[in-house]
């Protein structure tokens, strides 16, 4: 008995190449990949260049949008290859193309440096001035879920790129910070943990900076992985007016819990006995 | 990174107008910027038209002959328009961008719902004054005419 | 601070304009619907409501305040849109002086207009 084995059907990827060796401009290439349902994007990529040209060349490592890595142009719209199904976005041609608003170094490999940079830009680590506790820590830092609920939604960010790809003033701006680096200088800001925030403030409140941001919104709807980089743009703004209107609150910075301190903890569970006698 | 070249992959001023398949809120942005600069091309003129009036009634009269022209009709309704537009679009961008209008963060939970969800019911209100106030305009137009 | 106090004028700008400019708009092309603040018939460009608005105290504030409202507004904005053009500094600086000058000359101009107006003998 032959077992129900999915249907397969040929779908067209078109996808630009650029060789730096060998090329002035992109060119575009076309490939025909057998497709059953289940496949990804990015195993549609493996088939290619096992099969039919192994020159090709794109980022991947997780295959399971926990990296990054393989952000690129799917039929217009920048997202993670690994997370798209090619069945769902088409029933005849894809069109693959390297994030745009980044320098291209090979196929669909683009130039990430930018990101790092404006993301190293922000300092995206917790600021505080007790730096003896810092180095050695005695407890650990005080915070409750309520706390954590206004921040945590920024931290599953995974730098892929896809939010600067579908910025509009990164179209033009090469200076903007870009929705990666603002939401993640929200993020910490809005750690309570951290005291960063007037450095932080003169960081992003620069000709290029978070007032570059219009609400196009284009960087949420892309984020493959609902990170909502506007939201916390607008909120970081909301935060500087306040701050120059001087209307705005300034809580301490999460203090080290001292164990004389600690709250309730669970009684400790007796564990069974052992089953092997030793 | 070494000295591999690199080919410049930014989109320029195409990307303000043709990125990619885009969400409502990308077109009303670039509407907004439109109507912006036409606005303000449109006042610097405005300001030398309007000030005729310390000239007197002849003058002013004059003037107003001068606007009577289609063309000027045209504009005068083009420019209603944009600013009705450009101020309702305003008003739901302040509310946005002050943070009042994109909600709390929240912890993803796919199927996602961001910011755009919680503004959309805004932006809906906001586009349907609009088109009443351009009816509204339009028909006081013919009125007059 | 600097960006930010532009951008929070900015924006109080635009909220005194949306009221403002709103009643204007509605004076001058809502007057067949409306025919507010046209005492002598709906025409809002007739002569004599012109003449009344000038004499009143109360729109040549008013103007005034939009004027210069709208001039830092629209200059704040129109630099705004330049400047994500990707100039190099020294333009940036150009361009941010040139709009002061131009907007501050352009609101005194305005503002005589307007007080000149209400001073006038007819």
């Known amino acids: 008995m032959e077992k129900d084995t999915p249907p397969k059907c040929n779908i067209i990827f078109y996808i630009r190449r650029f060789d730096p060796e060998h090329d002035e401009a992109p060119w575009v290439q076309q490939f025909t990949v057998q497709v059953e349902r289940g496949m990804t994007i990015l195993d549609g990529l493996h088939q290619i260049k096992e099969t039919q040209d192994s020159s090709l060349a794109w980022r991947f490592s997780c295959r399971m949008g926990v990296c990054g890595s393989c952000a690129m142009l799917i039929n217009g719209k920048p997202t993670l290859a690994c997370n798209t199904q090619i069945l769902e976005v088409t029933n005849q041609t894809i069109t693959l193309a390297p994030l745009p608003n980044f320098a291209i170094i090979k196929d669909l490999v683009p130039d990430l440096e930018p990101l790092f940079e404006k993301h190293r830009y922000i300092h995206p680590y917790i600021k505080r001035k007790d730096l003896e506790e810092m180095a050695n820590p005695t407890g650990e830092y005080f915070q409750t879920p309520q706390e954590l609920e206004k921040y945590l939604q920024f931290t599953y960010c995974i730098k892929c790129g896809a939010c600067i790809a579908a910025c509009p003033t990164m179209a033009t701006d090469r200076d903007y910070l870009g929705p990666t680096a603002l939401a993640q200088a929200y993020r910490y800001n809005t750690d309570s943990r951290d005291d960063g925030f007037k450095a932080r403030k003169d960081m992003v409140d620069v000709s290029h900076g978070v007032f570059n941001c219009h609400y196009a919104g284009e960087c949420s709807r892309v984020c493959p992985k609902g990170v909502d980089p506007a939201r916390a743009i607008q909120l970081m703004k909301r935060n500087l007016v306040l701050d120059y209107l001087k209307l705005k609150r300034h809580k301490k910075p999460a203090h080290a819990l001292k164990s004389s301190e600690r709250v309730e903890q669970k009684p400790k569970v007796s564990a069974p006995p052992f089953t092997v006698k030793s | ?145 | 601070m600097r960006e930010t106090a532009y951008w929070t004028w900015f924006i109080i700008a635009g909220i005194v304009l949306f009221c403002l400019v709103g009643l204007h708009m509605m004076i001058m092309h809502l007057d067949g619907l409306l025919g507010i603040f046209n005492p002598a018939g709906t025409v809002s460009l007739a002569w004599k409501n012109v003449l009344f608005r000038n004499k009143s105290l109360f729109f040549t504030i008013t103007y005034i305040i939009m004027l210069a409202a709208a001039l830092y507004h629209g200059f704040y904005g129109f630099r705004t849109i330049l400047f994500e053009l990707g100039l190099r500094k020294a333009t940036q600086r150009f361009i941010t002086v040139f709009f002061w000058i131009v907007g501050i000359g352009l609101f005194v101009f305005g503002a005589y207009a307007a007080l000149a107006a209400k001073a006038m003998k007819i």
């Not at chain 2, 989109?11 to 077109?27: A, C, K, M």
């Not at chain 2, 946005?96 to 809906?124: C, D, F, W």
């Open chain 2, 1 to 145: 990174m070494g000295n591999v070249k690199r080919y410049d992959n930014r989109l320029g001023i195409t990307g303000w107008l043709s990125g990619g398949r885009w969400g409502v809120e990308r077109y009303l942005y670039f509407i907004h910027r439109i109507t912006g600069v036409g606005i303000l091309l449109f006042f610097m003129m405005h300001i030398f038209e309007s000030s005729l009036r310390v000239f007197g009634p002849a003058t002013w009269n004059a003037a107003m002959e001068t606007l009577e022209h289609p063309l000027f009709k045209v504009g005068e309704i083009v420019v209603f328009c944009g600013f009705a537009f450009h101020a309702l679009n305003g008003l739901r961008l302040i509310l946005i961008e002050l943070g009042l209008a994109v909600g709390k963060a929240e912890e993803p939970i796919y199927p996602y719902r961001s910011s755009l969800n919680t503004q959309r019911p805004l932006m809906v209100v906001v586009m349907i004054v609009c088109s009443l106030l351009i009816v509204a305009g339009v028909y006081d137009f013919f009125l007059g005419q």
